[in-house]
């Protein structure tokens, strides 16, 4: 959403699925969007509305280094995947496939282990019409002083002009350039938690 802010596109959001109510009052108050509605959680969701863009991720800790590494499969986290296989099963059925999709996740993704699943995810897009666009992008090649390597996968619906993941651009700010000068104390780590 704040991308095509940026990029200035007229566009309409026409929902979100999100759970935790912490996120959800995040969102509205970054957007000052409380209108859009949350359509609550993807399991209990029964068609897609219409749209051109989905933007779609899923819980990364059983695909991160820093999860167990149980990976895309029923009953784990990132098996929410799945929910979204379903929804755009259902969107081919009744013939309202957004024409771009966008995934975001982390790096391990497409590593040795993840790997098979992330093909056969490809090849569910190709199956429903979709051409798939991948890569590695980091943050720190686009303006933000972090290295936060993820993957993005783009997928268009149908003929299209091939698509070209953005050029890297040349880091300008510091982590110092964007964190505040004065924090008010209860933001502190107690010193038990430091331990």
Known sequence: RQALKNQNIDHEIVGFSEIDKYAVEAYRAVH??????????????????????????????????????????????????????????TSSIIGNLPKVLILENVKALIQKKHKPDFDKWLEKMESLGYTNYHQVLNAKDFGIPQSRERVFVVSILGEHELYKFPEKQELKLKLSDLLEAEVEEKYYLKDEKVK
Not at 43 to 72: H, M, N, V, W
Not at 74 to 79: A, D, I, N, W, Y
């Open 32 to 89: 000052d969007d409380y209108e859009t509605p949350n359509l609550g959680d993807i399991k209990e969701i029964s068609y897609l509305p219409d749209c051109d863009l989905l933007t779609y991720g899923f819980p990364c800790q059983d695909l991160s280094i820093a999860g167990k590494g149980a990976g895309r499969k029923e009953g784990t986290r990132s098996g929410l995947l799945l929910e979204v296989e379903r929804l755009l099963d």
